[in-house]
């Protein structure tokens, strides 16, 4: 089966429709994902904006393995439009609220948690979420994943942050490992970011880390991570009862 690997996406969303597309993507599409695909949410997110682009949404689907991710490729270029065609009434709805956005190929070591992992756990529970982008000298991404590991989640866990995955970019050089970390509440998070409390690990690891940058996440409503479990047919509802205001 070989490792997990995941599809990281950053959805830009047209206007005021960030609470439908959370709804749309979720109860609407992991369904159909799960059926069709073999392919499982980890999560789906709202960028803080107050820390990254915005309206912004952060999705994340695992997979068990190569192969089951190139079976979702099959199925979703079949068609002329390279479109999956079973799915032209869901992206025709996606269309009106989504422009666009950027994508990544992930692959999780053994250590990291699968969604799986947190739904025997049951729900987080967080307040927020910590997403850490790190820019590795190239060929180093298995060596800062070993510090993450080692230094990064025992570190952060005094902070009150947990760890709820680890990953390295593919399909580049090997320079590049996300890590998203959970915190029960703001005081945690404000008391981390003050002491800089990354800075020990990331001293540690010299000139393998070239660049970091972090942003704060929201669950969404019917996110695994909340739910304790993936959404179903029985979380729809109407995209037009779902407003919140954008920021």
Avoid: K
Avoid at 134 to 146: M, N, Q, T, W
Avoid at 154 to 178: H, I, K, S
Wanted: hydrophobic content about 40%.
């Amino acid at each position: 089966m070989g490792p997990r690997v995941y599809i990281h996406e950053f959805i830009d969303i047209r206007g005021h429709n960030r609470a439908r597309y959370l709804q749309h993507m979720t109860a609407n599409w992991v369904p159909i994902g799960r059926r069709e695909r073999a392919q499982s949410c980890f999560g789906v997110w709202a960028v803080v904006g107050s820390t990254g682009r915005w309206p912004q949404v952060v999705n994340l689907w695992e997979y068990d393995g190569w192969d089951a991710l190139g079976r979702n490729f099959d199925v979703e270029l079949r068609g002329g439009g390279l479109q999956d065609p079973s799915l032209a009434e869901w992206w025709a709805a996606a269309a009106d609220l989504r422009s666009g956005g950027f994508d990544r190929i992930l692959v999780a070591p053994d250590w990291s948690p699968s969604v799986s992992d947190h739904e025997a756990s049951g729900a987080t529970n967080a307040a927020g979420y910590l997403h850490e982008l790190i820019a590795c000298a190239p060929g180093a991404s298995g060596e800062v994943l070993d510090a993450v590991r080692d230094a990064a989640v025992p570190g952060y866990r005094v902070r009150g942050l947990a760890l709820v995955g680890a990953f390295r970019r593919a399909m580049t050089d090997d320079d590049e490992v996300v890590a998203i970390w959970s915190f029960g509440d703001w005081e945690s998070w404000a008391e981390f970011e003050r002491t800089d409390a990354a800075a020990s690990w990331r001293r540690g690891c010299g000139p393998l880390i070239v660049g970091r940058e972090r942003i704060l996440l929201a669950d969404a409503p019917l996110s695994p991570l909340r739910l304790g479990r993936q959404p179903d047919e029985s979380d729809r509802r109407p995209l037009n009862d779902c407003r919140a205001t954008e920021r």
